[in-house]
């Protein structure tokens, strides 16, 4: 009965053997293992491996195709790669299916992927990783443009420092307000108008056609009416950094005067040693919404409250958390996360750090969803009313949201271990449709645009109280 069943698993796997030749005979839209290692020892110019297997007629899996390509790349161009970029990539899971490829192939996975050679495929939008799919057959196609990739630097992709794919079309007409845009964030995620558009009214002659930075810092952005106060300074409000942009910010070392205590400001967090601040900030809100759209009447309790106090800079037990876990019990409460992404490119300054997060959210359970303070928690910075359209029992809801960091930490010059202490500040609930682009929103209920018309800024518009 034993020599029976080794029998029949050996016909098994000479069946499957000749199964797989004669398909990748038939097939022409795969490469072979000996006609891909054939292709780049004619771009090597040179024999790149005498192991059996390069000999073989059968499909070239992309894992296999990658441990060709990385040893032509090496022949050709040198070992040498970047250390830190693969660290990161393998640190933050930016390959998602990487610990399912052959353990002999991952090293020359990741350095494709870091050279822009090989970048696998999107699992959607808002995602931070790719998968690379390395047991999948590679294409004849997919082989011509690895090799256009290796002969030519300027075909290859570009990747992030942290290890994320990097799209150069398509852009965002405000994308020269970010460091770099990326592959899976859509054009709205970038357009989303910043914190401190809130506070100034933006020239409608002029939105459409500037960055961000060009429009604040000219004089055709005017504080709204009535919190002229809120900007006062012995300097000019313009020509000066009163807010930093994400591609402020990557540029370095950057000075920012804060008006709150007439002080100018010199921050350094773009440099590589702060890679790891970032995602850790990053992960803190990524840990907040967690927290904050998480929520189950049935199970809510004690720890909830501690952890999520501890988010957010207040202590567990405090009368805010108390009533919330209380409305949620009376309420009956379930609120399921579908999805978060924090993107860490995405950190600007004004009057405080803030960083953009995807939130897709819905609202599974709830007596009455009228008195939203009762559904959600409310913001820890002051705000009372809480206001999502379009909220419904059951549905899906998408929304790009600011989060803002605050510090116990008082300094006037902001060391990495003052940064260290910061939680979350803003908690408030943000509509999805907050864009730069889109129709011009006032900043606060009860205000609206008016034209200027006499003095200085003669044309422009402001936001006025009605």
């Known amino acids: 009965m034993k020599k029976r069943l080794i029998m029949y698993c050996l016909l098994m796997i000479i069946l499957a053997f000749s199964v797989k030749k004669t398909l990748a005979a038939e097939n022409a839209d795969y490469f072979t293992i000996g006609g891909y290692v054939g292709l780049m020892e004619s771009y090597a110019g040179e024999s790149i491996t005498d192991d059996e297997l390069s000999h073989s007629d059968a499909f070239i899996t992309k894992a296999e195709a990658a441990?060709?390509?990385?040893?032509?790349?090496?022949?050709?161009y040198g070992t040498s790669y970047d250390d830190k970029l693969y660290n990161q990539v393998k640190?933050?899971?930016?390959?998602?299916?990487?610990?399912?490829?052959?353990v002999s192939y991952r090293d020359s996975v990741v350095k494709c992927f870091i050279r822009g050679i090989m970048v696998?495929?999107?699992?959607?939008?808002?995602?931070?990783?790719?998968?690379?799919?390395?047991?999948?057959?590679?294409?004849?196609?997919?082989?011509?443009?690895?090799?256009k990739c290796l002969k030519d630097e300027k075909s290859r992709r570009k990747i992030s420092s942290d290890g994320q794919l990097i799209r150069t079309t398509k852009l965002p007409r405000n994308y020269a307000d970010f460091p770099y845009i990326l592959e899976a964030f859509p054009n709205g995620f970038y357009e989303k108008k910043f914190e401190f558009m809130s506070y100034l009214s933006n020239p409608v002659k002029d939105v459409r056609q500037k960055t961000m930075s060009e429009i604040i810092r000219s004089k055709g952005c005017l504080p709204v009416k009535g919190a002229e106060g809120w900007y006062k300074s012995k300097k000019s409000l313009f020509g000066i950094n009163t807010f930093q942009t994400p591609a402020d910010i990557k540029k370095g070392s950057e000075s920012y005067y804060d008006f709150s205590d007439d002080y100018e400001y010199k921050y350094t967090l773009w440099n590589s040693e702060n890679e790891a601040l970032r995602l850790k900030w990053a992960h803190l809100v990524e840990d907040y919404i967690n927290h904050k759209y998480s929520v189950n009447y049935k199970t809510i309790d004690k720890k909830w409250d501690k952890e999520m106090g501890k988010l957010i800079g207040i202590s567990s037990g405090s009368n805010d958390l108390k009533q919330y876990i209380k409305n949620?019990?009376?309420?009956?409460?379930?609120?399921?996360?579908?999805?978060?992404?924090?993107?860490p490119s995405t950190l600007y300054n004004y009057d405080g750090y803030y960083m953009r997060a995807y939130v897709k959210y819905r609202v599974k359970s709830a007596n009455s969803l009228k008195d939203l303070s009762k559904v959600f928690l409310k913001d820890y910075s002051g705000n009372a009313e809480i206001k999502v359209k379009n909220l419904k029992k059951g549905k899906w809801m998408e929304m790009i949201i600011d989060i803002?960091?605050?510090?116990?930490?008082?300094?006037?010059?902001?060391?990495?271990?003052?940064?260290?202490?910061?939680?979350?500040?803003?908690?408030g609930v943000y509509d999805y449709d907050a864009n730069l682009y889109g129709k011009m929103q006032a900043p606060v209920s009860g205000y609206k645009m008016a034209k200027v018309n006499s003095g200085e800024y003669k044309g422009n518009y402001r936001w006025v109280l009605k």
């Open 67 to 76: 441990y060709y390509t990385n040893i032509t790349y090496e022949n050709t």
């Open 91 to 102: 640190e933050n899971g930016r390959i998602s299916d990487l610990n399912k490829i052959d």
């Open 120 to 147: 696998g495929d999107s699992e959607g939008a808002y995602t931070q990783s790719r998968k690379f799919k390395g047991k999948d057959f590679l294409s004849v196609k997919e082989g011509k443009n690895i090799l």
């Open 328 to 343: 949620v019990k009376a309420n009956k409460v379930i609120i399921e996360l579908k999805q978060v992404t924090v993107e």
């Open 404 to 427: 803002r960091y605050g510090t116990n930490i008082v300094k006037t010059n902001a060391t990495l271990n003052d940064i260290e202490d910061y939680f979350v500040v803003s908690k």
